[in-house]
């Protein structure tokens, strides 16, 4: 297919914009820098300040709150200030907060405004950022592209973990958190080179496909010009959200707003409770800390996969469907886990579709949005999806300790949040473009 300006292919996106999603990519993962290497930290903080561990961890559910409610803004903050300068603010500031915590006295307060400082880099860093520059320059494989730099987070996962233990066994758990601020500054030059907007060329915000070729919308200008001023849309048509920006109150009167919302808030509640929580499922099983430890990579490593196939999926069909299959997978491994006495392979089995269905899932919450929204739309609805998505997954981690008893009764919550996150995907209507 020849190219022409605002419509390439998926070949010629990638091997144009390369640099950008890796960019994109390794920026994405900042904020899970922390997240993953806590618990690693745990323990030395603990014997040399005297803390227990819940008061360490407690201090990374404050960052994790206040970051999901600071997603509502991003939005805003995209608009006044654009994504490249917050993501270059987000970095020096997460990087500060870093070296701060490894300089802290024993003070449970300014250990816990560190982590206010972490939260306000978290929000600056948000997925939702990194992924704007990113959607406005692929339209062809866009579903593909997003899950590529969702990909960042489980690169930050297994390389922070590595990094703080051998800081730790070297010269403690201070130098841990120094080495933690080494390898986020150590992205800025990729931001610096790579991650930028761009005035030369205006991309569509959706593709159709025609007869296998992509077809790309012109923008929302031009389309208003070509279209006869006397001709009106039929009264019963929908409009078409992503030719201006709405209004909260505009937004309320839109279907896939309100569902998308229900969905993204339950999924949390399951994928963040099982990511948690599925290792003291199993030791509650009587299954060895090895084994556990092993479901829980199982898990991890088949995210990354269900997030590729997600991606490469959403690009072909219609995605709302994807979403509903891949949350109704763990539907088949909260029945295994609710078993008095599962085997092995029935838990590596129930692993690995939880991590199928987290990675597919979290690629949605900015493809749909950009689908159903358009991109003038995209950063007020994305961080509004991205609060609820995160009130959910803390209201997950902090579910059995609501419930109490065991985890024989949250298994079964954890099924119901599935069961309606997949469900309500169902009452998705096509793309407002068709």
């Not at 640099?19 to 930290?41: I, K, N, T």
């Not at 608009?79 to 987000?90: D, I, N």
């Not at 309320?252 to 993204?264: D, G, K």
Request: with cysteine; net charge positive; aromatic share 10%.
């Amino acid at each position: 297919m020849t190219s022409t300006l605002g419509a390439r292919t998926a070949r010629e996106e990638f091997r144009a914009d390369w640099p950008l999603l890796g960019a994109a990519m390794m920026g994405a993962g900042l904020s899970a820098v922390l997240a993953y290497a806590v618990g690693v930290l745990i323990t030395p903080i603990s014997r040399d300040f005297g803390w227990s561990p819940q008061v360490i961890v407690t201090g990374f559910s404050v960052s994790s709150g206040l970051s999901g409610l600071g997603a509502i803004f991003t939005g805003k903050l995209i608009a006044r200030f654009g994504a490249r300068h917050l993501t270059l603010a987000g970095t020096g500031i997460l990087a500060l907060a870093t070296v701060a915590l490894g300089l802290i006295p024993r003070s449970v307060p300014l250990y816990f405004g560190c982590y206010v400082l972490v939260a306000l880099g978290h929000v600056l860093l948000s997925p939702i950022v990194w992924q704007k520059i990113v959607i406005e320059r692929f339209a062809t494989a866009r579903g593909l592209a997003v899950s590529i730099v969702l990909c960042g987070p489980n690169i930050a996962g297994a390389a922070a973990p590595l990094l703080a233990t051998e800081a730790v066994y070297l010269s403690g758990w201070r130098m841990a958190y120094f080495a933690l601020a080494g390898y986020i500054v150590a992205t800025l030059p990729l931001t610096v080179l790579y991650f930028r907007e761009t005035r030369t060329h205006s991309f569509a915000p959706r593709a159709a496909v025609a007869n296998g070729t992509a077809v790309h919308s012109p923008p929302a200008q031009s389309r208003a010009a070509q279209s006869p001023p006397a001709q009106s849309p039929p009264a019963h048509s929908r409009p078409d959200p992503a030719l201006r920006e709405l209004s909260l109150r505009e937004l309320a009167r839109i279907r896939e707003f309100w569902l998308m919302c229900c969905s993204f808030m339950f999924a949390g509640v399951g994928m963040a409770g099982y990511t948690i929580h599925l290792a003291p499922i199993l030791l509650e099983k009587r299954f060895s800390t090895l084994e556990a430890a092993s479901m829980v990579s199982a898990l991890s490593v088949s995210a990354i996969v269900g997030r590729l196939l997600a991606g490469f999926a959403m690009d072909r069909l219609f995605a709302p469907r994807i979403a509903a299959a891949a949350l109704a997978l763990p539907l088949a491994s909260c029945v295994i886990l609710s078993l008095p006495a599962p085997a092995s392979v029935a838990i590596l089995f129930a692993a690995i579709l939880l991590g199928l269905a987290s990675g597919a899932e979290y690629n949605m919450i900015a493809f749909l949005t950009a689908r159903y929204f358009g991109l003038n739309n995209y950063g007020t609805v994305g961080g509004i999806l991205f609060c609820l998505f995160t009130i959910g997954c803390l209201t997950g981690q902090q579910l059995p300790g609501f419930i109490g008893g065991g985890y024989a009764e949250t298994v079964l919550w954890f099924g119901a949040s599935f069961l309606v996150a997949a469900t309500t995907m169902l009452f998705c209507r096509p793309y407002p473009d068709g």
